[in-house]
């Protein structure tokens, strides 16, 4: 069974859009974040997780601040506002960790992936 479901994972992976795989892979980041559980506390699982988040944003920093990326300069602005307050929050979250910074990174790229997806939320 275990078998199959690694051969389904590795065809998805290659079937997806650019999009889809930005928003995968943060939601994939959300998803390490969240199993620290409530009680966050300073150890190898906390910064595996944050180094993992941190790894996701500046890929994803890079590729939309670039010069020749096709967004608009508003999202390419947005984008580098967005990516500095993660790396801020991830380095605080290192020295301090709470639940409360976790849980912003969390939302953050919950809502970042729901937006690749196409869906904008309630109100847009």
Not at 54 to 67: D, F, K, N
Request: glycine share 6%; no cysteine; proline share 6%.
């Amino acid at each position: 069974m275990q078998y199959a479901a690694n051969a389904y994972a590795k065809v998805a992976r290659v079937a997806l859009s650019p999009r889809e795989a930005e928003a995968a892979v943060l939601l994939k980041a959300a998803g390490r974040l969240q199993a620290l559980g409530p009680k966050v506390e300073m150890g190898a699982a906390l910064n595996e997780a944050l180094t993992f988040n941190q790894r996701v944003w500046t890929i994803l920093a890079s590729a939309a601040t670039e010069p020749s990326s096709p967004l608009p300069v508003e999202v390419r602005n947005g984008m580098a506002q967005l990516s500095t307050y993660v790396f801020h929050t991830i380095v605080d979250a290192m020295i301090e960790p709470t639940a409360e910074k976790i849980e912003s990174l969390v939302s953050l790229n919950n809502h970042i992936a729901a937006g690749l997806q196409g869906d904008a939320g309630p109100g847009a």
